[in-house]
Structures are given as structure tokens and as C-alpha cells.
């Protein structure tokens, strides 16, 4: 099986600052897709933004971008000019092509986001 | 739309109690997901069905747990009888056949004492 790996349990970022959040994942698979979901104390999940691995452009949203590195298997999310709301657990998820509907989560990182 | 819907939104209950917890994905979407939050495991996927069809529950923890999808509409997630240790929030999720991601509802929050 896929495993997804986010080694940050826990990050911290000042007001107006830009973080970055780690993930690397294993497959033996050339095409799927990658996402950033974001769970805030409501407890719903959000999906943040989401990456096609045959697309070599980076996804953007606004605020939030992906560096994308498919030979190295790491998909890391960029928050610019953070803000408060965007205190949350992110989690990163995988989800092959081929085989159907399986999703593969992260453990999840922690984000505080310092006034 | 009104988005995934899933009810109760918190339940407490006493072990050795029957525990029933609803969902009614997006109108359209053909995938059902139930999924368990805990600190320990993380989110894990319980059983999924596409097109009212169980196809993968592999990880339904054990008998005491049971999903049922009647209709395009509705799945439940039974426990019978419930433990300590599936205090949980219990999350359903769907999407469409066209959509890569998932759609989360808001979770029902679980507490079995």
C-alpha cells in the first residue's frame, strides 16, 4: 500500500509569515493525484488544493501553492502571509488513479499561527 | 448543495449500547466513505461503496461494526454492542465520478463510556 509520511507534527508561523509544510510519499505509480486537506478546530476537513502528478506545474491557490517534486516524492504546501484562521491540522493524502476510490493520509501537521 | 450531512453531530452513549450513525452524501455523488479519527491512528478508512455497493471493507474494525448504503442517499454505520475504544469522530466523505477529491462531512464526534 501507498504511505504518506509528514515528518512535522507540529509547526508554528508568525502573522503575515510564510510556512512550509513537509510530505513525502511512497508509490511505485506514475500517475495520481496529491492533496492538501485542512481540518480547523470545527473538526471539518477542507480541501486546500490538489496536484495531478502528470502535471508539472505547481497548483496555486491563492495564498496557498505546492512544490511538487515528483522524482524526490514530495509535495510540501506554502502558506504566504498566513493568518490566524489558517491555524489548523493539514493533512496531506494520495489517492492513485488506478486503483480506485483508496485514499492515503498523512498523520497530519499541527499549524499555529503566532499574532 | 448542502454538502455532506451527517447526524448526530456528537452522541454519548454507555458501553454495550447500539450506536447508529447517519450520512447523506452530495446529491450525485456515486462514492460513499466512512472514515474513523482517532489521536492515536490517524484517519482511517473503514469501508467505501460505489453505487450503493460495499467494495472495500477491509477496515471495519470487527462484527461489531456494519454499514448499510439502502439507497443513493443514505448509508449508516452501525456499532453493536459499543466499547470505550470506539470513542471517535466517525467522518463520511463522498464525490462524484468526475471529481478527484473527496468531500468531507462535519463528523459525528463519538463518546462510549
Known amino acids: 500500500a501507498q504511505t504518506v509520511t509528514q515528518s512535522q507534527p507540529e509547526m508554528s508561523v508568525q502573522e503575515a509569515e510564510t510556512v512550509t509544510l513537509s510530505c513525502t510519499y511512497d508509490?511505485?505509480?506514475?500517475?495520481?493525484?496529491l492533496f492538501w486537506y485542512k481540518q480547523p478546530p470545527s473538526r471539518q476537513m477542507i480541501l486546500v488544493i490538489r496536484?495531478?502528478?502528470?502535471?508539472?506545474q505547481n497548483a496555486t491557490e491563492n495564498r496557498f501553492s505546492v512544490n511538487f517534486q515528483k522524482a524526490a516524492k514530495s509535495f510540501s504546501l506554502k502558506i504566504s502571509d498566513s493568518q490566524l484562521g489558517d491555524a489548523a491540522m493539514y493533512f496531506c493524502?494520495?489517492?492513485?488513479?488506478?486503483?480506485?476510490?483508496?485514499?492515503?493520509f498523512g498523520t497530519g501537521t499541527s499549524l499555529t499561527v503566532i499574532p | 448543495d448542502a454538502g455532506v450531512i451527517q447526524s448526530p453531530r456528537h452522541e454519548v452513549t454507555e458501553m454495550g449500547q447500539e450506536v447508529t450513525l447517519r450520512c447523506k452524501p452530495i446529491?450525485?455523488?456515486?462514492?460513499l466513505f466512512w472514515y474513523r479519527q482517532t489521536m492515536m491512528r490517524g484517519l482511517e478508512l473503514l469501508i467505501y461503496?460505489?453505487?450503493?455497493?460495499?467494495?472495500?471493507d477491509s477496515g471495519m474494525p470487527e462484527d461489531r461494526f456494519s454499514a448499510k448504503m439502502p439507497n443513493a442517499s443514505f448509508s449508516t454505520l452501525k456499532i453493536q454492542p459499543s466499547e470505550p475504544r470506539d470513542s471517535a469522530v466517525y467522518f463520511c466523505?463522498?464525490?462524484?465520478?468526475?471529481?478527484?477529491?473527496?468531500?468531507f462531512g462535519p463528523g459525528t464526534r463519538l463518546t462510549v463510556t
Open positions: 496536484q495531478e502528478a502528470y502535471k508539472q
Open positions: 493524502a494520495y489517492r492513485s488513479k488506478n486503483t480506485g476510490n483508496q485514499f492515503y
Open positions: 508509490t511505485s505509480e506514475s500517475d495520481y493525484y
Open positions: 466523505a463522498s464525490r462524484d465520478g468526475t471529481s478527484s477529491w473527496l468531500y
Open positions: 446529491s450525485g455523488h456515486n462514492s
Open positions: 461503496f460505489n453505487n450503493n455497493v460495499p467494495i472495500d
